[in-house]
């Protein structure tokens, strides 16, 4: 069996970004956190290859972090990471500079997945697939690391498993290696967690999870796991249309609308119950 370890993500900003909370005159509504888990002992979690990664986590626990989230539904509802989502007292969608709170959230046992049930409106959202696409295809993945849009190319190399910190409980993911990334460079890819990733035919298949510090590995959550949570709300009723990739340059240009739409954001965690 094949072991790697991967870094963790969000990018844990500490003092690096000021984040801007929205005032209210009156105590938001306190976070609220469901656990949907289709897990039972005559269903346990797939395993779809020999193949494991190891994703460590912060050895001091959770803290004040961000990551990325896409619109699925026009009326509010959005995908990102669980552990994006994890710990978390109060969390945020950028809106402008200003964290905008959010209060319902669905969080996934199954796959690093989350969904926001509250969030703000969106013009557009991102349409999705259970199909894991063929391996040997590209993907799409886009987010923001280090606070700034990036578009991340990759190829599919397969279905995997990882486990996260010291658990024992595996969770299936796809695993891609990176070919190409617009704006280029090697950093740290910590805050694309909870992008999406599309496949070729232009369906998100996928929420990024996890990656390598260097340049290689990219893990995102497996498209059946991601579908059964969204599913499981009950707050998704719009369908929209999937339009192939033509290649990296179109990914390109359909990323820039999308940041100008508002249909990807960044996503707060703030551990502290205090004032922003």
Same mark, same amino acid.
């Given at each position: 069996?094949?072991?790697?370890?991967?870094?963790?993500?969000?990018?844990?900003? +500490?003092?690096?970004?000021?984040?801007?909370?929205?005032?209210?005159?009156?105590?938001?509504?306190?976070?609220?956190?469901?656990?949907?888990?289709?897990?039972?002992?005559?269903?346990?979690?797939?395993?779809?290859? *020999? =193949?494991?990664?190891?994703?460590?986590?912060?050895?001091?626990?959770?803290?004040?972090?961000?990551?990325?989230?896409?619109?699925? *539904?026009?009326? +509010?509802?959005?995908?990102?990471? !669980?552990?994006? #989502?994890?710990?978390?007292?109060?969390?945020?969608?950028?809106?402008?500079? &200003? %964290?905008?709170?959010?209060?319902?959230? /669905?969080?996934?046992?199954?796959?690093?997945?989350?969904?926001?049930?509250?969030?703000?409106?969106?013009?557009?959202?991102?349409?999705?697939?259970?199909?894991?696409?063929?391996?040997?295809?590209?993907?799409?993945?886009?987010?923001?690391?280090?606070?700034?849009? #990036?578009? @991340?190319?990759?190829?599919? &190399?397969?279905?995997?498993?990882?486990?996260?910190?010291? $658990? =024992?409980? $595996?969770?299936? @993911?796809?695993?891609?290696?990176?070919?190409?990334?617009?704006? !280029?460079?090697?950093? $740290?890819?910590?805050?694309?967690?909870?992008?999406? /990733?599309?496949? !070729?035919?232009?369906?998100?298949?996928?929420?990024?999870? %996890?990656? #390598?510090?260097?340049?290689?590995?990219?893990?995102?959550?497996?498209?059946?796991?991601?579908?059964?949570?969204?599913?499981?709300?009950?707050?998704?009723?719009?369908?929209?249309?999937?339009?192939?990739? $033509?290649?990296?340059?179109?990914? !390109?240009?359909?990323?820039?609308?999308?940041?100008?739409?508002? /249909?990807?954001?960044?996503?707060?965690?703030?551990?502290?119950?205090?004032?922003?």
């Amino acid at each position: 069996m094949a072991r790697r370890s991967l870094g963790c993500l969000p990018l844990m900003l +500490g003092g690096i970004l000021a984040l801007a909370w929205i005032g209210e005159v009156t105590r938001p509504t306190p976070l609220q956190v469901e656990v949907y888990d289709p897990r039972s002992p005559r269903r346990p979690m797939p395993q779809w290859s *020999d =193949e494991t990664f190891v994703i460590q986590d912060r050895l001091d626990g959770p803290a004040d972090s961000m990551g990325t989230a896409f619109a699925i *539904d026009q009326d +509010g509802v959005w995908l990102t990471a !669980e552990h994006v #989502t994890h710990g978390c007292a109060r969390i945020g969608i950028d809106e402008g500079g &200003i %964290a905008r709170p959010v209060s319902r959230v /669905v969080a996934s046992r199954e796959a690093d997945a989350a969904l926001v049930r509250d969030g703000m409106p969106s013009g557009h959202a991102l349409p999705l697939s259970d199909r894991m696409p063929p391996p040997g295809s590209a993907g799409f993945h886009m987010g923001f690391p280090a606070g700034r849009p #990036t578009l @991340v190319m990759s190829e599919l &190399i397969g279905a995997a498993s990882a486990r996260r910190g010291r $658990t =024992e409980e $595996t969770q299936p @993911v796809l695993a891609w290696a990176e070919v190409g990334r617009l704006p !280029e460079g090697d950093h $740290t890819l910590s805050g694309i967690s909870g992008g999406p /990733v599309f496949a !070729e035919d232009g369906h998100v298949v996928g929420v990024n999870s %996890a990656a #390598t510090d260097r340049r290689g590995r990219i893990l995102t959550t497996a498209p059946d796991a991601m579908i059964r949570l969204v599913q499981a709300s009950r707050a998704v009723n719009d369908r929209p249309v999937a339009y192939p990739f $033509t290649g990296l340059a179109d990914a !390109e240009v359909r990323f820039a609308s999308w940041l100008e739409q508002g /249909v990807i954001r960044r996503i707060f965690c703030d551990v502290d119950d205090g004032p922003g």
